[in-house]
């Protein structure tokens, strides 16, 4: 019995060990394989000079613009420009018919020489009279009446020679020329027709070595952000001409009014821009970018990178194990497709880049590094001229 009930228990062993040898491969193959870890895009964030600054539409203006006006009237005898050119200041653009002027000169010349002539009578006359008196020979009456006709025989030249100067001031006058430098319209008057002084409009000329911006910034805008802002200052500015998608031009605030506008709550400010290539047109439309303070360090990051819940906007961050962790963060700034992050971040985090569409905190993941290029988006006003200038404000 002991035999047997030994073999029993030998045999039931064995016959549980095959019975567990056969079941291990079965549970095996019934196991499912390690799901793959998600691949996800992420940068290290970009650390760089950004500035907070404000846009105003505007028109350029010129300093200088003349509506080209006779002094005398007269007949147009030539015109001596090309319309639409560059003129400086002293260039011959219209002539009148000089001969009336001429005329009129010669004549006053002839007046005067005969006035001098006649003084000089007039002066011998009163001398003799003088000379005569002395012995009694002719009344003192007949003595004053000629000294007063010697001072009146003066008085003639003066007021002769001042019709002269008139005259000749006319003649020159006939030569119209131009008051300033810039850029000169069509002639509104061509040769032959009659032109009146003061009243005719000849053409206009516009200078173009400068231009003038004057934009409106309202009060609470100014109060906050640039209440210690004097001319003086130079603030710097950036323009957009209309149909450019830069901020190709640089210029400074030079004028800042005494006063605001009671009925509008703004400020009236002026920008200079330097033309020497004078590309600039008076009358063009422009946006004027105004800088509120220095630049300073901030990190940016893509738009599509920030999520939104009910509390907070948030990133996901790559931690060393390679997880995702929920970061809230405060946004400035617009700049392009980047955003300005002011807490929340630091210079060497990494960030999912594509934001948390499909993927959360807490996900382990295996990261795709890549680079962020905000080379591009103009940040700063001191930005080269090949960048582009864009921002939420």
Request: with cysteine; hydrophobic share 40%.
């Amino acid at each position: 019995m002991s035999f047997n009930k030994h073999s029993k228990i030998i045999t039931i062993s064995v016959l549980l060990s095959a019975l567990v040898a056969c079941s291990e491969p079965a549970e095996q193959a019934k196991a499912p394989a390690q799901r793959p870890l998600t691949q996800i895009d992420v940068a290290q964030v970009i650390y760089k000079p950004v500035q907070t600054w404000f846009t105003y539409t505007t028109r350029l203006e010129a300093p200088q613009q003349v509506a080209l006006k006779p002094r005398v009237s007269g007949v147009v005898n030539t015109i001596d420009f090309v319309e639409g050119q560059q003129v400086k200041q002293g260039d011959l653009l219209f002539s009148l018919d000089p001969r009336p002027f001429e005329a009129q000169v010669a004549s006053l010349n002839a007046q005067v020489a005969s006035a001098v002539a006649e003084y000089q009578q007039a002066k011998s006359e009163a001398a003799r009279a003088t000379r005569l008196r002395k012995r009694d020979a002719i009344s003192s009456e007949e003595a004053e009446s000629r000294a007063t006709a010697a001072k009146k025989a003066q008085a003639q030249i003066s007021a002769l020679r001042a019709q002269l100067q008139a005259a000749q001031l006319d003649l020159e006058f006939s030569k119209i020329t131009a008051p300033i430098d810039g850029i000169i319209s069509r002639a509104e008057i061509t040769r032959g027709n009659t032109v009146n002084a003061n009243q005719s409009t000849l053409t206009s000329i516009v200078s173009n070595q400068k231009m003038y911006a004057y934009f409106d910034i309202d009060e609470r805008t100014w109060n906050s952000n640039f209440e210690q802002a004097k001319a003086s200052d130079n603030l710097p500015v950036v323009m957009q001409l209309l149909g450019s998608e830069q901020f190709t031009y640089k210029g400074h605030v030079d004028f800042i009014d005494n006063q605001i506008n009671t009925s509008t709550g703004t400020l009236r400010v002026r920008a200079t821009f330097i033309d020497d290539d004078h590309k600039l047109r008076s009358g063009a439309f422009a946006r004027i970018r105004l800088a509120s303070q220095e630049a300073k360090q901030q990190v940016l990051i893509p738009e599509r990178a920030i999520g939104t819940d009910l509390k907070n906007r948030f990133v996901l961050i790559v931690d060393d194990k390679n997880t995702l962790q929920y970061r809230p963060i405060s946004v400035g700034d617009r700049y392009g497709e980047f955003r300005a992050i002011t807490a929340g971040l630091g210079e060497n985090d990494i960030i999912a880049v594509n934001g948390p569409a499909k993927v959360g905190p807490g996900m382990p993941i295996e990261p795709r590094t890549t680079q962020l290029n905000a080379d591009a988006i103009g940040s700063t006003l001191s930005a080269p001229k090949t960048q582009t200038l864009l921002t939420a404000k």
